[in-house]
């Protein structure tokens, strides 16, 4: 049986950051999916094998304590683990070491973007998300075996996954544990491996997810779907899913919470007159009323007209801010009627206006914040 610090190429007193760097390369380098040698394949499961006891803390202190070791008691407390071992049957490390590792492990988590329209978002949509990701292997339907073909018991360990070894110590033979090399801890061995998924349990495949975006999202919410992730090898039970939401820039409308924002552009004669208009809000028409006298920044607020509240009830307020429009090409007949009219209303010159913090909170919420 390889030696697991050679099949990681780390040194025995590696740290638990390098193995688990040296796994990564490896990992990288070995995948099926990268590398479709039947060699890498062979590689690629001791590797993980490896990976698997050194990553976890009690196994590799038991396996520090074998015959690989130079130290037969594993560098202190686990030489008296075995001496337990000897004594009262291999009870006194518990855990893992105690019988087969299952083939079937959960999978990975998959993180995904998905895109709304602003106006998907007042009441929420529903969409279809295509995900390229581990699903479970039709052929075998997760037992990794070639069909008709089932796992055989390993005749090293005889399915205990473990192999015993006596080590002589100047206390006596001392019995020591270490996963069985032959079937890597599992206790059986596939002499026939699926042929479609190359004993995994699972292939690469592309799937539609359906997935109801509720109202009310914002960019940068995550939207957890349990179990819709890679499902694991041998069939394991699957991860989970996480879409990431990005809601697109709309031309006329913004957001602040849950109120829309949009602007007006309103003529001078109508500003100061006044007038009644329909304008085209997302979930359909809208009226409003500009009453006479209205200036720039002047904000009419349409109340229950917003974005569908996350979590509550209710809805958020459609905010228009007016422009006031200064006609800037005027036919001579109509300069001589904004002449006449400006006579007649005897305006005061400009000048400077006294601060008002009102306003200009209101312009700078108006025009800076959309």
Same mark, same amino acid.
């Given at each position: ?26 990992? =990288? ?53 075995? #001496? ?21 492990? =959960? ?13 998907? $978002?007042? *009441?929420?949509?529903?969409?279809? $998300?295509? $995900?390229?990701?581990? %699903? ?37 033979? %001392? ?7 032959? /079937? ?12 479609? /998924? ?12 359906? @997935? ?32 990431? %939401? ?6 006329? *409308? ?39 006298? $209205? ?6 607020? #349409? ?16 905010? @228009?801010?007016?422009?006031? @429009? ?33 306003? *200009? ?10």
């Amino acid at each position: 049986m390889a030696d697991h610090y050679d099949v990681l190429g780390v040194q025995r007193d590696a740290s638990d950051a390098d193995i688990k760097k040296a796994y990564r390369r490896l990992a =990288r380098e070995l995948h099926p999916d990268v590398n479709p040698s039947p060699d890498a394949a062979e590689r690629f499961k001791d590797v993980t094998h490896a990976y698997d006891v050194l990553s976890d803390p009690e196994q590799r202190r038991r396996y520090d304590a074998g015959p690989q070791a130079d130290n037969p008691f594993g560098g202190g407390a686990g030489g008296f683990s075995d #001496i337990f071992d000897a004594f009262f049957g291999g009870g006194a490390g518990g855990g893992r070491g105690n019988g087969p590792r299952s083939r079937a492990e =959960r999978g990975q988590d998959a993180l995904l973007r998905i895109d709304v329209d602003l106006d998907e $978002v007042v *009441f929420g949509t529903h969409k279809d $998300v295509e $995900v390229d990701t581990a %699903v479970l292997c039709e052929t075998c339907g997760g037992s990794c075996c070639a069909p008709g073909t089932s796992p055989q018991t390993c005749d090293i360990c005889g399915g205990t996954g473990h192999i015993q070894r006596q080590v002589r110590s100047l206390l006596g033979n %001392v019995v020591t544990s270490a996963p069985c090399g032959t /079937c890597r801890g599992y206790g059986t061995v596939i002499p026939n491996p699926c042929p479609t /998924c190359q004993g995994q349990g699972r292939i690469r495949a592309r799937r539609s997810i359906p @997935v109801d975006v509720p109202a009310g999202v914002e960019t940068g919410l995550r939207l957890q779907m349990p179990g819709q992730g890679e499902v694991g090898p041998a069939g394991g039970p699957s991860g989970d899913l996480y879409l990431e %939401v990005r809601v697109r820039h709309h031309d006329v *409308f913004s957001r602040d919470g849950d109120d829309l924002l949009a602007t007006l552009e309103v003529q001078m004669a109508d500003a100061i007159l006044g007038t009644k208009t329909t304008i085209d809000g997302l979930d359909g028409p809208v009226e409003l009323e500009v009453r006479p006298g $209205v200036q720039s920044a002047d904000v009419l607020v #349409i109340k229950d007209r917003g974005v569908t509240k996350l979590r509550g009830s209710g809805r958020g307020d459609l905010r @228009v801010g007016v422009q006031v @429009v200064t006609p800037t090409k005027l036919s001579h007949k109509e300069r001589q009627l904004v002449e006449q009219f400006a006579k007649s209303h005897k305006a005061a010159k400009p000048e400077l206006a006294r601060f008002q913090q009102g306003m *200009f909170g209101k312009i700078r919420d108006r025009f800076f914040n959309f």
